[in-house]
């Protein structure tokens, strides 16, 4: 059974960085692109970039990419998404996802709500 | 403003039938495969179509995906009361080197 199990919430101050893990299981994660994708409140979804395990190379939307860092760990089969430099519009629900077999978005995780207040 | 254009919202009576569009651009519906996606409130997305007109093990056949040049669909056939939920469509974009989404629709079963 393929799992994303993402870590828990997180309440940051602006200005702070969060750090979000994804760790999957079920299949081999080498093998296929992980991606990470972000829903503020009440909005849709908005990808943020993936990684690809097997060399740990990275995507990013243009948008992300000053603030946002995604790698893999391939000894402990996680992703991780860092995101630096918090303001208020970061708050969201960040959302791990694979491409096992079928391609984008094949199995997601639960989500991480960051919540960024002063 | 989405790369992909989809209605904001649609709703009917049970038993109807549902079509949302998913309009792009030759850079991503007119070359790449197109997915689909339902998402409850407070919930993870769950991947409904994929490759265009692919239906996952264990996605009911009601659900049904077409693609014709930079457009495409999504009909849910025989609406039910758990059909209630957002759907989004998203493809690769070569252009932009993302992956791109439909702004989400939200289905209401009146």
């Known amino acids: 059974e393929v799992q994303l199990v993402q870590s828990g919430a997180e309440v940051k101050k602006p200005g702070a960085t969060a750090k979000i893990s994804c760790k999957i299981s079920g299949y081999t994660f080498i093998d296929y692109y992980l991606h990470w994708v972000q829903q503020a409140p009440g909005k849709g979804l908005q990808w943020m970039g993936h990684v690809d395990p097997e060399n740990g190379q990275t995507m990013k939307a243009e948008k992300f990419q000053d603030r946002v860092t995604i790698t893999a760990d391939t000894a402990t089969d996680t992703a991780y998404m860092e995101l630096s430099s918090l303001r208020s519009e970061d708050t969201a629900v960040y959302f791990c996802?694979?491409?096992?077999?079928?391609?984008?978005?094949?199995?997601w995780g639960q989500g991480t709500l960051v919540t960024v207040s002063s | 403003q989405s790369v992909l254009t989809q209605p904001s919202s649609s709703s009917t009576t049970p038993g109807q039938r549902v079509t949302i569009s998913c309009s792009g651009g030759?850079?991503?519906?007119?070359?790449?495969?197109v997915y689909w996606y339902q998402q409850f409130p407070g919930s993870a997305p769950k991947l409904l179509i994929y490759r265009d007109d692919q239906r996952p093990s264990g996605v009911p056949d009601r659900f049904s995906g077409s693609k014709s040049g930079t457009s495409a669909s999504l009909v849910i056939s025989g609406l039910r009361s758990e059909d209630e939920a957002d759907y989004y469509c998203a493809a690769w974009d070569d252009s932009l080197n993302v992956v791109a989404f439909g702004g989400g629709t939200k289905v209401t079963v009146l």
């Open positions: 030759t850079s991503n519906i007119g070359s790449n495969n």
């Open positions: 996802a694979t491409s096992f077999l079928l391609g984008i978005g094949a199995f």
